[in-house]
C-alpha cells in the first residue's frame, strides 16, 4: 500500500523558513510528487511540484522566489524549503504524488495524498 508522511511543519514568524519532508513508501518506481495546501475555507492550491527523475520544477506565482522544492536521488522523498514566509502561507501543508505525465498543479489531478503538515506564520 503506497503512503505519504509529512513533517516539519509548524509555527513561525513572517520572515522566517521552514523545511517539510515527505517521505514515501510502497511504491514499485519513482513517482511525480508535488506539495500542495489549503487554508481555512479556501480550495486547496498547489505550490510546487517536481518529476519523478528530478529534472522539472514548477511553483506557483505567490510562491516563486522564496521556496524551493527538491528531492532525495532515486527516492520518493520530497523536500520543501520556504523561505521569507508570511502569514498568508499559513495552511495545512500536503504532499502529493501521482504516476504518468507529469500534471500541473491542479489538485484534481494528482491521486495519492499524505496526510498533512501544518504551517502557521504570524505577523
Known amino acids: 500500500q503506497v503512503r505519504l508522511v509529512e513533517s516539519g511543519g509548524g509555527s513561525v514568524q513572517a520572515g522566517g523558513s521552514l523545511r517539510l519532508s515527505c517521505g514515501g513508501s510502497?511504491?514499485?518506481?519513482?513517482?511525480?510528487m508535488a506539495w500542495f495546501r489549503q487554508a481555512p475555507g479556501k480550495e486547496r492550491e498547489g505550490v510546487a511540484s517536481?518529476?519523478?527523475?528530478?529534472?522539472?520544477?514548477s511553483y506557483s506565482d505567490s510562491v516563486k522566489g522564496r521556496f524551493a522544492i527538491s528531492r532525495t536521488n532515486g527516492e520518493n522523498t520530497v523536500h520543501l524549503q520556504m523561505h521569507d514566509l508570511k502569514p498568508e502561507d499559513t495552511a495545512m501543508y500536503y504532499c502529493?504524488?501521482?504516476?504518468?505525465?507529469?500534471?500541473?498543479?491542479?489538485?484534481?489531478?494528482?491521486?495519492?495524498w499524505g496526510q498533512g503538515t501544518q504551517v502557521t506564520v504570524s505577523s
Open positions: 510502497g511504491f514499485s518506481y519513482n513517482v511525480h
Open positions: 517536481i518529476g519523478s527523475r528530478s529534472v522539472r520544477a
Open positions: 502529493a504524488a501521482v504516476t504518468g505525465d507529469l500534471p500541473p498543479l491542479e489538485a484534481r489531478l494528482w491521486d495519492i
